[in-house]
């Protein structure tokens, strides 16, 4: 288990725009992984919330670490997300499960929180497809 | 026409996620939009081509245009997005457009190619739903 | 709740297609919704599995009648969902909940089972947007 | 050419819950299919439109078909759909075309006509993954 997080963490520290955005592994597990990400100015858009992007990159990313943790070396490739509210607060939490998986894809779902003072609030839902990398 | 286009530009300044990408803003006249991104680094992941959530990004931010070209102040509700091939080159271009739309929400449809040594490859295909912000 | 579930049955019974098909409420609550389908050698495709439209349909339906048991009369607006193996079996149940819903809207999700010889099996799993109709 | 829509005949044939419905080939080359389908009382919901599942179920299996064109026997994989209007008419029309396609799937696009004493309106647009059948 410890290797597993400690390889899905290299994978991050390998990812440039992870880095850039300051992207966290906090849970990664066999059919489950969380991603957090700290909310700052840069990361958000004209209004203040954070950039719709940002969601989506970090469920899309959570959706390809819990199908990897079932597939190995996986990409994702679709998924579709449904924005519920604004994402406002200190930090983002994605979330992911898997569905279903066969030898070659998986079938995962994610929500991202954002978390204001303290309280959760759902701001996203996503479900796609990850597939192993052969 | 120039008033809708600056006044696109003006969206995209003042979205710091965006000016972090480097996205501007190529074309936006009533039911479509292009949004092109230069390559950068900071923007790939482990394997050297452009991690997959700036591909959605972009295109999330292009179907956004799309549907705010024809109804005003818009978010995206939801969308999904087929990931083709690895985003590899030097300019990632989105160009959406509408599909259908009604006085609250806009169907959107958005191709993402990648620009290698002049060659454009399609990366991403996505489909969503733009609703006016009220 | 008796009436709600009444009132269930009786949208069900006034759609002709859902009569032909053969469509059983199951379940109907604030929140979540079952529907049955007793699969028939009508319903199948070529290889001698349920249609997959036969399943998207259920699936469909389902979300609406979870998004509908919050929002009152509603219609999906869009869904997506993913085939995770061939539909084999005597029934179909298809369980859908409510992930998040404000006054117009609601987003949903669905899973569909096939029941073989007393056994379920996870066939595809939906995301949607149920609208209420106003 | 010939061959291909005889083919593309003969799986419509033998798929019982199509010949249920009534669906027909009208168009089948490398690349798009397009099938049509008669409405019937038996076809519509509660508000006598056409049932969503029906809308579905067509714009499914067009995009199997367009998939199929390419990639030989074909299964959806996953699809999302958007429902634009009501589905009202005599005559449903669901055209499909390749977006992109490798050795193992295609990802496809389809859209829903609505022919209402000769006019046609667009009722739903779809994208979804065909993947070969190995």
Redesign the interface.
Known sequence: MKELFAFGQS?LE???????LGTALDEFEPGKATLKLAVQ??????HGFV????V???A??AL?YAGGSVLGDS???????????PAIGELLVAQASV??SGKSQA?C?C?VLAVQDGEER?VA?A?G?IRKVV
Chains 1, 2, 3, 4 share one sequence.
């Open positions: 994978i390998n990812q440039p725009f992870s880095v850039l100015d840069k990361l958000k858009q004209q950039h719709g992007g940002v989506s990159y970090l899309d990313n390809t990409v994702t490739s679709e998924y579709k997300i449904n924005y519920l509210r569905i279903s079938v779902q929500q759902m839902f479900q497809t």
